[in-house]
């Protein structure tokens, strides 16, 4: 009887144990996960930014705010079939310079988005293929991100450029194209602003 008491208190010893084991685990464990839950609520909103090569999200819509740009209204193909003229910008999410360029980029699509048509490729989506064809936007690319190449209605290029590269270098190129005066010979054109717009109509 002496031995069975001794007994049952070793296991209930052995019990108390155990479970004062599992506790100090439990608490361990939800420490850890309330630790990690401040860590994510503390953390800044997007670790990113122009001048890094991180991603965080598509550059035309964080960073030209200009979401009309993807996908564009035409493609590659159909653009070709209306004869129109083209301006292809590879590029990459994750560039620094790809980043600055969508700027320039999206003034393009402010003064001739309707006459050309503006077709930003992701370099990720062009197939590895050893030899493309002139239908085929992986033939323009030339290895490097941004780079703008500009076809005329025929399709033949007038303007090939690598990095970043001005807006007027761009409008220079379109101004041929479209048999427009240089830029030394008209009016740089420009939006009327919003409250002008309402002078005129009051008045």
Do not use: H
């Not at 033939?139 to 303007?159: A, H, M, N, S, W």
């Not at 101004?175 to 002008?196: A, I």
């Amino acid at each position: 009887m002496i031995f069975a008491a001794l007994k049952q208190k070793n296991i209930i010893k052995f019990t108390i144990s155990q479970l004062n084991n599992i506790l100090t685990r439990s608490a361990v464990l939800i420490i850890a996960l309330c630790l990690i839950s401040l860590s994510w609520i503390w953390s800044p909103a997007a670790l990113a930014g122009i001048d890094d090569d991180r991603y965080d999200g598509n550059v035309y819509v964080v960073y030209a705010g200009n979401g009309s740009l993807i996908p564009p209204p035409l493609d590659f193909a159909e653009s070709r079939s209306r004869e129109m003229p083209i301006i292809l910008v590879y590029y990459v999410d994750d560039s620094s310079d790809c980043k600055k360029f969508s700027i320039v980029v999206s003034r393009m699509q402010k003064f001739y988005g309707r006459a050309a048509s503006i077709i930003p490729v992701t370099v990720d989506s062009i197939p590895l293929k050893a030899n493309y064809s002139p239908e085929e936007l992986g033939y323009y690319y030339q290895g490097f991100v941004p780079q703008t190449v500009i076809l005329d209605q025929e399709g033949k290029i007038v303007f090939d450029e690598q990095g970043q590269i001005a807006y007027e270098e761009v409008d220079d190129a379109l101004r041929e194209v479209f048999d427009l005066l240089p830029r030394s010979e008209s009016v740089e054109l420009k939006r009327r602003s919003f409250n002008e717009f309402n002078y005129e109509l009051v008045n």
